[in-house]
C-alpha cells in the first residue's frame, strides 16, 4: 500500500481551500485581488461564517465550464432567463438590480477569476437598510452592525461595496454574495465528462445574524439557486442546451461568440477599486475566464 499524499490546506475566513500540487502558490496569490473584494463578504459577517446544514448535489448534462463562465459574468441572461421568478414577487437572491443602480461594473483579475454586478455607491446597503425596516428592530441593528463592522475594518470604498454580485474563482468555484439579508452560496462545478456536470452547493450564513433571519436566508436559497427551486433549474436548462447545441453538424463548426463590451467602453478604472473594470453588460468576465483555461491549455507545463 502507497502512502497517501494529502492536499495542502488553506484557511481563509471559515472557508478551507485544498490543493493537491504541494508546489503550488500561496492561495493569496491564487486570488490576487479577488481576495479584496471576499474580504468585504467576510468582514460583515458579525459571528464569522457557518454553513446550514446539508449539502446538495444534482447532475446536468453540461460541459462544466458553461456553468463558471455564467457566475464569472453573464449578466443578461437573468432578466430572460429567470423573468418568470421577478413576476412571482418572492424574495430574489440579488434585490438589487441593474435598473436601480445602473453604474453597477463586471471585473475581472488576471488568472480567470471574474465577478459581476458590483454596486459601489451605498446601493446594497440601502436596501439592506430599507428593507430590514420591515423585519422589525432587531434586523435593522443586525444591517447597521454588519456596516459598522465594515467602517471598522475595511477602506471607505469597500464598505460602501458591503456585498458583492457573484462570481468565479478560477476554474470551478462560484460564489454569490448580494445582501447581508440573503444567502451566501458557495458553488462547485465538477465535470464528470464532456457534457456533464455534476453540482455541489452549500448555503452559507452570518452565524451572528438573527435567528429569523437565518430561517428566511435558508428558506430563500432552497427557493432560489437550488436543485429544487425556481433559479437553478432555469440555469440548468440553458447549460444544458448551450451544450446540446454544440453537438450538431452545424454546431461543431460554429465558434461561441463573446465580444459584448468590447472596444473603449472596457478598461474602466476606478480610483481604489481593485481590478479590471467594466459595464455591467459585458463579457470581460467571459473572456478573461476562457483566455486563462487557452493559456492553461497551451502551456507546456
Ligand atoms: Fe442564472
Known sequence: MGLVEMPKLTSYGGLIFGCWDSGAGSLDDYL???????????????????FIRGQQRYKIGANWKIAA?????????????????????????????????????S?????????TSLAIDNERYDYDLRAAQGMGAEVVEYVREARARLDRE????????????????????????FSALRPIGFYVWHPRGPSELEVWQWCAVDAGAPDSLIQ???????????????????????????????????????????????GDIEEIRLEGVPGKLAPYYSELGQRNFYTQWATLLNSED
Open 154 to 177: 475595511c477602506s471607505p470604498v469597500q464598505s460602501r461595496i458591503y456585498a458583492l454580485g457573484f462570481g468565479n474563482i478560477f476554474p470551478n468555484v462560484s460564489v454569490n454574495d
Open 69 to 105: 463562465e455564467n457566475f464569472a459574468g453573464d449578466t443578461y441572461h437573468l432578466g430572460y432567463s429567470h423573468a418568470s421568478v421577478f413576476k412571482l414577487g418572492v424574495n430574489v437572491l440579488n434585490p438589487v438590480s441593474y435598473q436601480a443602480a445602473p453604474s453597477m461594473y
Open 216 to 262: 428566511m436566508i435558508r428558506d430563500d436559497f432552497a427557493r432560489n439557486q437550488a436543485a429544487a427551486g425556481t433559479v437553478a433549474p432555469d440555469d440548468g436548462e440553458n447549460f444544458e442546451q448551450v451544450t446540446e447545441a454544440t453537438r450538431g453538424v452545424v454546431g461543431r463548426r460554429q465558434a461561441f461568440n463573446y465580444q459584448m463590451g468590447m
Open 32 to 50: 490576487g485581488d479577488y481576495r479584496w473584494y471576499l474580504d468585504i463578504m467576510l468582514s460583515r459577517l458579525i459571528g464569522g461564517m457557518t
Open 107 to 115: 471585473v475581472v483579475f488576471p488568472g480567470g477569476h471574474g465577478m
